[in-house]
């Protein structure tokens, strides 16, 4: 099996998970790195001595010599859109991490340079990885072989602690992150998506700052970061989701929990306690099975319980394999119309139609 070379833009705390992930995994290598802030840099070829250093990724890109066959782009997410952009030009395949970038208008320009750009068996992919956690792909697995019959209600609580501190605090922003809507909970998007097989079609939310980083201020500007919300998401198929988000709640048990209600059962996924639970309609709450789910022999946990190693797997599988993307740029898309469909229902207090930020 041929070695496939990546390159990493963007070498803070994701893109070393990236580069832990990397190193476990066989027949591939970094051999370049590119971070513009050098603690970062010197963090990073701290795992990997052997990479060539970048401060400037267009220099990464323009180094043939490297023969670079993925990059992954895990810089703020201000910074995707024009990255990938560029990226892209360059024919290489892409991982860029979630979300795919703020705005939809900015996704349907990525998915224009895609097809401009358009190799035969090129991989875009995006890092909308919690899909690969082992609960939530259990839980995925039992909807699709119809254990739940028909699917009408998915709910999906995120109670956590509050955002990380992250380089140069672009965390504190909804300017570059595109709201903590579409900055968090794009992941949960995705993973509501997949479940509904639906499109969404309209969302309504409430939400706000009221506890976290208030009185955080950076170059005379305040932290404006929503920390809780509600969401609702009517599907285009009927099914309706919801997303219950607290960003003070580090006393949680399970730090997400998915729940999926159907004509004859109700299923349910622990994430932290690796936990999925089925509950048949006939059976009652005396008969509610509960399944403890193995992560796949010899995963990486790494921060994200597996799920990055399982998609840079799945990814190279793909590549290989001459296959399709798992995750595309209209994946990446449609989570990213949820987050910000809520923040517009927020901010305007109505309903918001998805059509509304659609071209
Ligand atoms: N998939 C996930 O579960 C997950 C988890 C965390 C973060 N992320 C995503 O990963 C990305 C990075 O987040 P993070 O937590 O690592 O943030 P971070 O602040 O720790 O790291 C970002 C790095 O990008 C560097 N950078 C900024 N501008 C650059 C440029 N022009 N060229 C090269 N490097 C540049 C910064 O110096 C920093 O080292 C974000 O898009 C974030 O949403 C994804």
């Not at 401060?55 to 066959?69: F, M, P, R, S, T």
């Not at 300017?175 to 969404?200: P, Q, R, W």
């Not at 987050?339 to 059509?355: F, K, P, Y």
Request: aromatic share 6%; with cysteine.
């Amino acid at each position: 099996m041929r070695e496939l070379r990546y390159a990493i833009i963007g070498a803070g705390m994701m893109g070393r998970e990236h580069i832990r992930n990397l190193l476990a995994i066989d027949n591939c290598k970094v051999v370049a790195i590119c971070d513009s802030h050098e603690p970062s840099r010197v963090a990073a070829s701290q795992l990997l001595p052997e990479a060539k250093l970048f401060v400037n990724y267009q220099d990464l890109l323009n180094a043939a010599e490297l023969a670079i066959d993925v990059v992954v782009i895990a810089t703020p997410n201000h910074l995707h859109s024009s990255i990938l952009d560029d990226v892209l030009v360059s024919g290489v395949h892409v991982l860029v991490e979630k979300p795919l970038c703020l705005t939809v208008a900015e996704c349907e320009l990525a998915i224009s340079q895609e097809q401009t750009t358009h190799c035969d068996g090129r991989v875009v992919w995006v890092g909308l990885e919690y899909r690969y956690m082992a609960p939530t792909a259990r839980l995925l697995t039992e909807i699709q072989s119809g254990t739940c019959g028909d699917v009408k209600m998915i709910s999906i609580r995120e109670h956590r602690f509050p955002f990380l501190n992250k380089v140069d605090n672009w965390n504190r922003f909804s300017k570059n992150t595109g709201g903590t809507l579409v900055e968090k909970c794009c992941h949960f998007f995705d993973v509501m998506n997949l479940i509904a097989g639906s499109e969404a079609v309209r969302v309504y939310a409430s939400g706000d700052q009221d506890v976290n980083h208030l009185d955080e201020i950076y170059d005379g500007q305040k932290s404006d970061i929503l920390d809780n919300a509600f969401v609702i998401v009517d599907y285009k198929n009927g099914i309706r989701g919801m997303l219950d988000l607290s960003m003070f709640a580090e006393g949680s048990k399970n730090e997400q929990e998915i729940c999926v209600v159907g004509s004859t059962a109700k299923i349910e996924a622990l994430i932290t306690d690796s936990l999925v639970r089925i509950g048949r309609r006939e059976s009652g709450a005396s008969g509610v099975e509960e399944i403890i789910v193995a992560q796949p022999e010899g995963v990486v946990a790494g921060f994200h319980a597996g799920a990055s190693y399982l998609e840079h797997l799945a990814m190279q599988k793909a590549i290989r394999e001459n296959s399709k993307s798992e995750v595309t740029l209209h994946d990446g898309l449609r989570s990213v119309a949820i987050g910000q469909a809520a923040h517009l229902s927020i901010e305007l207090g109505r309903a918001v139609n998805i059509n509304e930020l659609l071209k």
